[in-house]
Each structure stands twice: as structure tokens, then as C-alpha cells.
């Protein structure tokens, strides 16, 4: 498992998606980032820098919460889909007049470099990543050692209701196959993590049409699944699924509204310090020996 990437996500699919998804926070990883950032009181040590990985997908509201948490960390914005970048500038820069443009809570746009942010904040973007492995390395890398990792993501109860519609009507998958959060948990330790933390809630969204549930759903994602349809539906395919919804989605409890249910998913990790025995053929790196050489010189 360690070593696999998701079965059920079509790699070309997911690069497509992540190049055109809307630049916009959707409504859902907005409160999912509210959430995760009310977990921020257990962590004591408040972080000198962070990073904001992929910040208007992943809530540019809840942005304005972790920076007033942290109002003298630095902070580094990483847009990995290009045509986020100019709305994460527009939205998160300082007005050129005001004193904070100058100050260390002005975000900075770029990659983070090795081993500079204590805490690395990633809202709602593993569930679609074609290789989630390499991303989580990805984090690893940026962070500091004693940094830690917070992110959420999207579980495998995630859409149940419409999964059994699908099946029902005979219908290919209507969306990839999530991640249970233990295997998340196994990816951190594998990547170099310790100590992770995760846990999950199930949060239920009604709509009161058919129409406005798939708008949302175009909002969130697409179906990455390498079985899904092969080719565009028409109009009665559009109606016949509107009616399936309807009729199968209703909640008698939610007041005929239509109920959807998301699970999600929150990890929390920290970096340690490296544990390498040097041999002749060790590959370390550069950071990684740096941290090595502080630890020997505070043993002696």
C-alpha cells in the first residue's frame, strides 16, 4: 500500500481538473477549514513561518483566520495550479499604502524552500492528487524539523447516496474511491512523519433541487475514475439523472430536501529530527546532516 498511487483515480483526468478547477473557495472547504482551524489551541508552539498550500481551493476565508491566529508568522503562498495564482495575489496581498504590506503576515507567492515553514497548512486537496504520496513528501520537504502538518481531505463515506444511485441505474462509478484515514496515516510515518494524529467527522449538505446538488458537485471535483463515462451525456441522460436524485436523495428528516453526505478527514504530523546512520554509500542531505551536526554538538 505504502508504495501504490490511488487505483481509482485516472492520473490525466486528475491534471485536467487540477489546471481548470474554478478559482474559488467552495462553500464546503471554507467550513472544513474553519474546523481544522479551531484544532489550531491544542498546538502550544505558534510557528515562526507557514505555509498555505494551494490557498484559494483550500479557503481564502479561513486564510484570514490562521493568519490573525498567527499575526507575526511569516507567510509563504503556494499555488500549484498556475491560474490560481493572480486570485491568490489579488485576494491576499496588502494594499501598497498600508504598513502591513511590510510586515512579516504580508504572504510571500512561491514554493517554499527546504526545511523553511514550521507549519504547512494543506485544506482539502490529497483526496484528488494522482500520486498523494509524492505531495505528502512534497510537504515533508518544505517543513522545518519539529514543524508540523495540518490538512483535511475528503473520506470514503464521501457521496454514498449518489455512489448507490449510480449503482442502481446501472451506471459506471459516479466518482473515485477515497482514502480511509488509517491509510493516511500509514503514508506520514512512510513519508518521515511521526506522531500523526487523524480523525474524521460526517457532515450531511441538502439542497432543495437536483440542479443546485450537481452545481456544488461541479464546485468540488470531477470523476477521476478511470471507468467513468466515456464520452459526454445528453440531455435526456441529464433529466433521468435530475428524477434519480429526486426521488432516491429525498431525507423525509431533512424536509423532502435532498441529503448528501461528506466524510472528512483531518491529520495532524509532526517532522522529526532525522535519523540517519551515515555509511559509505548514505545518501543524506545536505539539511538532514546540518540537523545531525546541531544534535551532536548539543550531546558533547
Same mark, same amino acid.
Given at each position: ?15 485536467? =481538473? ?7 473557495s467552495?462553500w ?14 491544542w ?10 498550500w %494551494? ?5 481564502l476565508q ?9 499575526? *507575526? ?32 503576515g ?6 517554499p524552500g ?8 494543506a485544506? &482539502? ?13 512534497? =510537504?515533508?520537504r518544505?517543513l ?15 457521496l ?17 474511491? /477515497?482514502? %480511509?484515514m488509517?491509510?493516511w496515516?500509514? &503514508? ?6 511521526a ?41 435526456? =441522460? ?22 448528501l453526505? /461528506? ?7 509532526? *517532522? ?5 546512520r ?17 544534535q551532536?554538538?548539543k550531546?558533547?
Amino acid at each position: 500500500m505504502s508504495s501504490e498511487r490511488p487505483p481509482t483515480i485516472d492520473p490525466v483526468a486528475a491534471a485536467r =481538473w487540477h489546471a481548470a478547477a474554478p478559482a474559488v473557495s467552495p462553500w464546503l472547504h471554507e467550513e472544513v477549514a474553519r474546523r481544522m482551524e479551531d484544532r489550531l489551541q491544542w498546538i502550544r508552539q505558534a510557528p515562526e513561518s507557514w505555509c498555505h498550500w %494551494d490557498a484559494v481551493r483550500g479557503g481564502l476565508q479561513a486564510h484570514a483566520l490562521v493568519s490573525a491566529r498567527y499575526p *507575526k508568522a511569516r507567510c509563504q503562498i503556494y499555488e500549484t495550479a498556475v491560474h490560481c495564482e493572480d486570485t491568490a495575489r489579488q485576494a491576499l496581498a496588502k494594499p501598497w499604502w498600508s504598513p502591513a504590506r511590510w510586515s512579516a503576515g504580508n504572504p510571500q507567492l512561491g514554493l517554499p524552500g527546504d526545511a523553511s515553514v514550521q507549519m504547512l497548512w494543506a485544506n &482539502m486537496a490529497l483526496h484528488t492528487a494522482a500520486d498523494p504520496q509524492a505531495l505528502i513528501a512534497q =510537504w515533508h520537504r518544505a517543513l522545518a524539523v519539529d514543524g508540523y502538518l495540518m490538512f483535511s481531505c475528503l473520506g470514503p463515506d464521501t457521496l454514498r447516496e449518489l455512489h448507490a444511485v449510480y449503482a442502481e441505474l446501472g451506471w459506471p462509478a459516479a466518482g473515485h474511491a /477515497f482514502t %480511509d484515514m488509517h491509510d493516511w496515516g500509514d &503514508m506520514l510515518v512512510h513519508a518521515g512523519f511521526a506522531e500523526p494524529v487523524m480523525d474524521m467527522e460526517r457532515i450531511t449538505l441538502t439542497f432543495a433541487t437536483p440542479e443546485r446538488l450537481v452545481q456544488e458537485l461541479r464546485e468540488l471535483g470531477c470523476n477521476l475514475h478511470p471507468d467513468r463515462f466515456p464520452s459526454l451525456r445528453g440531455r435526456r =441522460w441529464r433529466e433521468k439523472l435530475y428524477q434519480a436524485l429526486s426521488l432516491r436523495l429525498a431525507d423525509p428528516q431533512q424536509g423532502g430536501q435532498l441529503a448528501l453526505t /461528506f466524510e472528512i478527514i483531518y491529520g495532524h504530523a509532526f *517532522k522529526p529530527a532525522p535519523r540517519v546512520r551515515v555509511s559509505s554509500s548514505s545518501a543524506v542531505s545536505l539539511q538532514d546532516m546540518r540537523t545531525m551536526l546541531r544534535q551532536g554538538g548539543k550531546e558533547n
